[in-house]
């Protein structure tokens, strides 16, 4: 679906507005710049009138979850509430020394993610910093995003024009490389490939900002385990299902002792067993399934990889002997592993760029060496198991304020 | 070996309940081979706590641990020295990965021995020559893909005349060949053969529209078959309606529900299941079916779960107990009305959340680093 102007046009139409995209764009420039305050305005509406059971309605068509299609909307919600994306802009914008901040002007949103609304949100942070947006739709993304941002189009309609739609496939460069020719800079979301696949096409005067894939996780020392802190972590994994950059999908203990690790693990699993029958989230047939069935899988790979399953009803820990950052299986399945203080950094450190969030359970002594190491290794968040995934309206994301990304700094002389 | 080589060669595919004696001793043999020339298999079994003495009767054989497709991506595992391997073939690789099978002679064997059971009992086998259109690649010695070779050899279940390709090799890379279909359909019409169609559900109904599109009608010969490769292979981004694809075909080919034809299998399962007139699946006598639950428990027919296949087919790799990534349902084969006695199964979908991306970095990225890591 392509949105132009506050109209859906077809793919003819569009090549004709491509056409005439510069001449768009220098109107609109001339005009008076786009106030924050309005496209805030437009968002508490569109968050507040929210019909629920539409898009309940295409996020099921899209074959996903209910429990995790309500988990969207809810988070949805929040992002688009005014509360907090004044504050946001006040955090992020405010405050500047030295300079006025202003749009960098046209952003191009490349955006992967088919489910989350991610596309609208990335056009809704270029606005919140007066840009003009251009979006291009990931492919099979049920038609979310236009459905969002017409809303907000029609709940500001001077919005009309700040907002571009187009449906180009990536693998479509002549269209793409039209649509960057436009741009201040290209915001990209997704993972290496998609990053990789852009970074070819973008000239080398246009700024890329990426926004990548990211991997969270616990560390925890002997002297930090408490039963609060470890049902913090708990509460971490029964929330988010571990679907988010932000979530824990394992446990480093500063041991290399593996018994310490078995220990460990009979310790905790009771605890996530029981934080996960109080919070979990109803998952779908679909991924039960599936989880039962990685979870398996995972037991046979015992033989290859020496490791250790400890399973509840409905959750599990596997114990690695090997010291590797991975994915977890997900939905109450985490791993653990062996990972002394000292070897933090080394073993690392190879993936510092996929490095966001740890929940650290460590004694108040440690804490300032180990929060160090932490930043070394390329981690950019530190936190209590519990606060993980929470949504501090404050706090920057991948370790960057968005909408400072979005803008520049200007400077004048004093001529008079 | 010869209690699986004379299962395989049994004429009537659908009796289940007579060889029953017989599929119990071929498994067991089958399980005893894989863990004498296994040594990963060995492993599993007895990580398992398995022991050949669990399985008395045929009703014990869900005792036998199962092996996930998911694992077998990650791993391949050969009970046959590489030397005895023919006819290798990898999966489509539809989730990135590819699962590797080969067979030796043994397998070989039986596979045939299959086959043929098969092609007789649903009259696929036909002395009458025939004209073919193959919805697919274009063999040739770079291409290993299963369901290549699949295709292709069915072209000989009757005497090929002439054989037309969608994806046409030419012998650097391969192109979409739908002029050259388009121009072989309108000489197949006129030649009046039967012609045959392979390939899969999404493929056919591409073409159909294609000839819609040029304003292409035909009238083939009546006895031409259309043969689908169906089950979990077909596309899920675009499911293909049966009833709406059999209407249109026998618009615009003149050959209607009773002459398109489904089966399937799968790489690491490679017994092939033709759909009765009602278009189900019946099990035939070379495997056995059950249905899981998420503590891997059976269940009974009618209650949905993963799908486990049984089969002493494969001697050259472990293959005895295999579990896809379906979810599926078992009914009574008298529920069919179709006549055959054998229980068939129907597949609902995949299990789990594929299509879902989210912001957590995927394990194939952070397995890179892995690698490439001085870890």
Known sequence: ?416 | MNYGHRLFFKRDIYSLKKTDKLFHRAILENIEHHRNNCPDYAKILSRQGFSVNDVETIDDIYKIPVIPTLFLKNHALYSAPQKNLMLKSTTSGTSGRVSEMALDLSSAWRGLGMVLGTFLTHKIASPHPANYIVLGYQPSKRNKIGAVKTAYATTYAAPGIHREYALKDTGTEYILNMEGIKDALLRYEKRGLPVRFIGFPAYFMFLLRELIDSGIKLKLHPKSLILLAGGWKSFLAEEVDKPTLYEMSREILGLGGDRIREFFGAVEHPIAYFDCPNHHFHVPIYSRVIIRDLNMQPVGCGVPGMLNLITPMMTSMPFASVMTDDLAVMHPGEKCGCGISSPYFEVLGRVGLADIKTCAANASELLDIKKGGAL
Request: hydrophobic share 40%; glycine share 8%.
């Open chain 1, 1 to 416: 679906m392509n949105l132009v102007n506050g109209e859906i046009l077809g793919a003819k139409e569009c090549d004709v507005v491509l056409e005439k995209l510069e001449q768009y764009i220098l109107n609109t420039l001339s005009k008076e710049r786009l106030s924050s305050e309005k496209v805030i305005a437009a968002c508490g509406k569109v968050a507040s009138e929210l019909d629920v059971s539409e898009y309940m309605d295409i996020i099921r068509e899209l074959g996903i979850d209910e429990a995790l299609a309500r988990r969207y909307i809810d988070d949805f919600r929040n992002a688009f509430g005014e509360e907090r994306l004044r504050r946001r802009v006040e955090v992020e914008l405010g405050s500047m020394v030295g300079g006025q901040v202003l749009p960098l002007g046209v952003l191009v949103h490349i955006a992967a993610g088919n489910v989350d609304g991610l596309p609208a949100f990335s056009v809704l942070e270029g606005l919140l910093a007066g840009n003009i947006n251009i979006l291009k739709l990931p492919a099979a993304e049920g038609g979310i995003s236009v459905r969002l941002l017409t809303e907000l189009i029609k709940a500001e309609p001077i919005l009309a024009e700040y907002i571009y739609v187009f449906d180009y496939s990536s693998k479509d460069i002549e269209h793409m490389e039209r649509l960057i020719s436009a741009a201040d800079a290209v915001v990209v979301w997704g993972g290496k490939e998609a990053v990789s696949a852009l970074r070819r096409i973008v000239p080398p005067n246009v700024r890329l900002i990426e926004w990548g894939h990211k991997i969270s996780f616990a560390y925890v020392t002997e002297q930090g385990i408490t039963e609060k802190g470890l049902e913090g972590l708990a509460k971490n994994i029964a929330d988010t299902g571990q679907l988010l950059c932000s979530s824990l999908q394992g446990i480093f203990l500063d041991t290399d002792d593996m018994d310490k690790v078995y220990e460990f693990c009979s310790r905790f699993l009771p605890i996530l067993s029981r934080q996960l029958a109080k919070h979990a989230m109803k998952t779908g047939i679909g991924i039960k399934y599936q989880t039962a069935l990685k979870l398996y899988a995972e037991e046979l790979e015992g033989i290859y990889k020496n490791s250790r399953i400890f399973k509840a009803d409905n959750c599990s820990l596997i114990a690695y002997p090997d010291k590797i950052l991975d994915t977890s299986i997900q939905f109450g399945n985490a791993w653990v592993r062996p990972l002394p203080h000292l070897e933090l950094l080394p073993v690392l450190r190879p993936y510092k760029n996929y490095l966001q969030t740890v929940g650290l359970l460590c004694d108040p002594s440690e804490l300032q060496l180990l929060t160090d190491t932490l930043f070394k290794t390329g981690v950019v968040r530190i936190c209590k198991g519990e606060n993980m995934s929470s949504d501090h309206s404050d706090a920057p994301h991948d370790g960057e304020y968005p909408l400072r990304r979005y803008t520049k700094i200007v400077t004048v002389d004093e001529f008079l």
